[in-house]
């Protein structure tokens, strides 16, 4: 099937209907990214695109051929921004969500674990326009209940994968490998304000919600994992984690091993931004930053480069798709050990979620996040491995960062 033809059998044109996940209506539930101009009332959406990985085709080059079928051209991002770049079309720009295992399928990785939420789309893409709508609000949702959380591995399976990646490591066959854990919970009402309370969350630089026929997803996310502005490229790798305490800041600044995994990511980084970058033109700033995010402190560091002539978004997401700060180095020899520990896959985690515009694209890492569809809701939660990893510390820290997640869904 050529691109074109799967473009086309996927596409939904004009307001987009949620049946089991009712919308609501209200100025917070954006998509992560979104400017100030295109939030709330102020945007409509024109055209819509969902692809599961059984559609066949490569989703970064669908992505970009429907864009630009809807007035987004996106083939040259080593372009200025247009002054007005809506004013043509009246099209102000759209959201923009892959997922791990579509980005896995770009590197060339496998991708045969389960998915835990089949109903989420591995591509997404809403193009808005400008202008508003008469909307009426619906009857308010009955109360809202969480359930209890089932996790897809134990505590003790989690460690028993971790022993795997240092064994991995200690034959030579990765550097370092990310492994994350899921859970899902069963709900009762309106799943769409509790993941807009997410958006909310102190470090939430891309806070916001997408929606879709029975699915929903809900970032939280502090990380960049690409935004291009004017033909500039910049990505900000997290890695390292503690608790929001001025012990554990100490604690992560002065950690060896912290900072040997962070600097470890950055590489990576580099040379995937090298990949479409101007020859020379890469550059670290702020190395090994310590951020705030709820209650833990992160490492954050930003890599700068000058976009190569000619970089569309599909060879963009092609080289950073999926973030290596949630991989593993090597990038691809970390994939093939992901997909053969992890129980389930990824979701909506560890995947990109956010805003594209002429000349603009401001993608998010989507940790941190949640997903709803019509019956659970789900978290994925992880860290980096390397030889210093503890088991039992690397269990705890998943448990840290999906805790504020876990508590903000269920309204506390």
Same mark, same amino acid.
């Given at each position: 099937m050529s691109h074109r033809k799967s473009t086309e059998r996927m596409r939904k044109v004009g307001p987009y209907g949620v049946e089991t996940l009712p919308q609501v209506l209200s100025a917070s539930i954006d998509a992560p990214g979104a400017p100030a101009a295109c939030r709330g009332g102020a945007r409509t959406e024109r055209a819509r695109l969902h692809w599961h990985r059984g559609d066949g085709g490569d989703p970064a080059a669908l992505a970009e051929e429907f864009l630009a079928a809807h007035g987004?051209?996106?083939?040259? $991002?080593?372009?200025?921004?247009? !002054?007005?770049?809506?004013?043509?079309?009246?099209?102000?720009?759209?959201? $923009?969500?892959?997922?791990?295992? !579509?980005?896995?399928l770009l590197a060339g990785a496998p991708t045969g674990a389960p998915e835990p939420a089949p109903t989420l789309p591995d591509l997404a893409v809403v193009v808005y326009e400008h202008g508003r709508t008469p909307t009426t609000r619906p009857t308010p949702p009955g109360p809202w209940r969480l359930g209890a959380w089932t996790e897809s591995w134990t505590p003790q399976q989690h460690a028993a994968a971790v022993d795997a990646v240092r064994a991995a490591i200690g034959r030579g066959d990765v550097y370092q490998t990310n492994l994350v854990g899921h859970a899902a919970a069963p709900y009762t009402g309106d799943p769409l304000p509790a993941l807009a309370r997410l958006g909310a969350l102190p470090g939430a630089r891309y806070g916001g919600v997408l929606t879709g026929d029975g699915w929903a997803i809900g970032c939280a996310s502090p990380e960049t994992l690409v935004e291009v502005t004017d033909g500039h490229l910049i990505t900000r790798p997290i890695k390292g984690t503690r608790p929001a305490t001025a012990a554990g800041r100490a604690e992560l600044l002065t950690s060896a091993k912290e900072r040997a995994e962070h600097i470890m990511i950055v590489d990576l980084e580099r040379n995937d931004l090298a990949r479409v970058a101007r020859t020379g033109t890469v550059t670290v700033d702020d190395l090994f930053t310590v951020r705030r995010w709820c209650d833990l402190w992160q490492a954050e560091s930003t890599v700068r480069a000058a976009a190569a002539n000619g970089l569309g978004l599909a060879d963009l997401l092609r080289a950073t798709c999926p973030g290596g700060s949630v991989t593993g180095a090597p990038k691809h020899a970390a994939l093939t050990q992901i997909n053969a520990l992890e129980p389930v896959g990824r979701g909506a985690s560890m995947g990109a979620l956010g805003w594209v515009a002429p000349g603009r694209v401001d993608l998010g890492l989507t940790i941190r996040t949640a997903a709803a569809d019509g019956h659970h809701l789900h978290t994925w939660a992880g860290g980096g491995i390397t030889w210093d990893s503890d088991p039992a510390a690397e269990v705890a820290e998943a448990a840290a960062k999906v805790t504020p997640i876990r508590a903000t869904l269920a309204g506390r």
């Open positions: 987004l051209p996106l083939d040259d $991002l080593s372009r200025p921004t247009p !002054a007005h770049p809506h004013a043509a079309t009246g099209v102000c720009g759209a959201a $923009l969500y892959l997922s791990a295992a !579509a980005g896995a």
